[in-house]
């Protein structure tokens, strides 16, 4: 089966379906075809995260990061509130575990104000009256922090995408293709399509989709799998807020985070270990092409060489609980080991370049006929709506 479209969309996770989304509003009489290889939206990096509307507080003014939080959190709130998706805003405490911390504390502070967030620095004792159950030596307030569910944010976006007309081929899976003289043709699992514009969001193989279709890149994938516990045995109350450590600058994540769940109860988490497959969400899941793209690529091991003591310290708790939940009890000793219950994990498609430098940014590349979103990482979810309409501006200012 062949086909032509005026904008293919690849990947049908939130970004992909709030550039959808937005192409439609710009161009209602456009066709409009979103290709995925999955039977359902948000089956990866979307459907696995943990729901958290992040307000902006560590991103770097300028960013894009910073850019796009600033206008995503007003934009996710709004859509949820106009399509009746739960949300709550229930604020973030971000802990200094020890008065070490309160220097890296204090920075944070700064950044948020440089972001025009909202934020409120807490002493010891109010910390510890807002949260009677956690240890802390100081801490600010992040109170427009939120959560929701952004697989079902997406799934919304897809019935509203099809519901005016637009078209989502699922269980399609891009084999090839090359951009032409006028527009791309892509080789697929159930036929060809043939589009005017097209616009990658292919997150966990996103540096496969740019090569193939002659995008400059110079980066890879690195999938790491993040675990994440159930909290049990708990009051509902055990917190009100999202409690988040003070994040160690000389590592590359942000460390285990106590969250709450729309539907109640707790997970913490995530860990940061090398995953043994790109969409590989258990422990010992493994695919050797993509474990030899990470173990071959000589970025992987110039970012293990620089962060070996976190590497050592990921995996051990990886595959310690005992390890795992000393991470937790810094903040909160009322957890114990037979608390923690499986939550699922997800896996984060980070780019790193041949440097063995994480690239801490969105990055887009463009070619003559597409876009592509190379790295999109936290926070995507939050940021999809402006995102997609920096895509399409982009897309759109093409000739």
């Given amino acids: 089966m062949s086909q032509t479209t005026d904008f293919a969309i690849i990947g049908g996770g939130i970004i992909g379906l709030a550039t959808a989304l937005d192409l439609q509003s ?26 958290v509307i992040h307000a902006g507080v560590y991103y770097a003014p300028g960013s894009l990061k910073a850019q796009f939080c600033a206008k995503g959190v007003p934009a996710t709130k709004a859509f949820c509130a106009e399509h009746q998706i739960p949300t709550q805003t229930c604020g973030k405490l971000i802990v200094a575990t020890d008065p070490t911390e309160l220097p890296r504390l204090a920075t944070l502070e700064s950044r948020a104000r440089a972001n025009g967030i909202q934020i409120e620095r807490l002493s010891a004792d109010d910390a510890r009256a807002l949260e009677p159950n956690i240890t802390t030596a100081g801490a600010i307030l992040s109170p427009s922090t939120g959560i929701v569910d952004y ?4 799934q919304k976006m897809a019935t509203l995408f099809t519901t005016h007309g637009g078209t989502i081929q699922y269980n399609t899976r891009i084999t090839g293709g090359a951009e032409t003289t006028t527009g791309i043709t892509l080789h697929t699992t159930t036929g060809q399509v043939s589009a005017a514009k097209a616009v990658f969001c292919a997150g966990l193989h996103a540096d496969r989709m740019a090569q193939t279709f002659g995008a400059e890149i110079d980066f890879r994938i690195i999938p790491f799998r993040g675990d994440y ?33 729309l539907n109640g109860g707790f997970t913490v988490g995530p860990s940061a270990v090398l995953a043994g497959a790109r969409e590989g969400y258990g422990r010992f899941s493994l695919n050797p092409r993509d474990l ?3 173990l071959s690529y000589p970025g992987f091991w110039r970012l293990i060489a620089r962060n070996a003591g976190s590497a050592v310290d990921e995996l051990s708790a990886s595959l310690i609980k005992q390890r795992y939940l000393k991470k937790v009890q810094k903040y909160c000793t009322r957890i114990q080991i037979d608390d923690l219950a499986p939550y699922k994990s997800g896996v984060r498609a980070q780019a790193v370049s041949r440097a063995g430098q994480i690239i801490d940014d969105f990055l887009f590349v463009d070619t003559r006929h597409s876009l592509h979103v190379c790295n999109a990482p ?18 759109l200012a093409a000739p």
């Fill in 292 to 294: 030899a793209d990470s």
């Fill in 229 to 261: 516990f159930a909290i049990k045995n708990q009051p509902h109350d055990l917190v009100n807020h999202l409690i988040y450590p003070v994040p160690d600058p000389a590592r590359p994540f942000l460390g285990v985070h106590l969250t709450r769940k």
């Fill in 378 to 395: 936290s926070p995507a979810a939050t940021s999809a709506i402006p995102i997609a309409a920096h895509i399409a501006d982009r897309l």
């Fill in 151 to 154: 697989a079902v944010m997406a």
């Fill in 26 to 51: 710009r161009h209602p009489s456009a066709k409009i075809t979103l290709l995925e290889k999955e039977s359902t939206p948000a089956r990866h990096q979307t459907g696995h995260n943990s729901g």
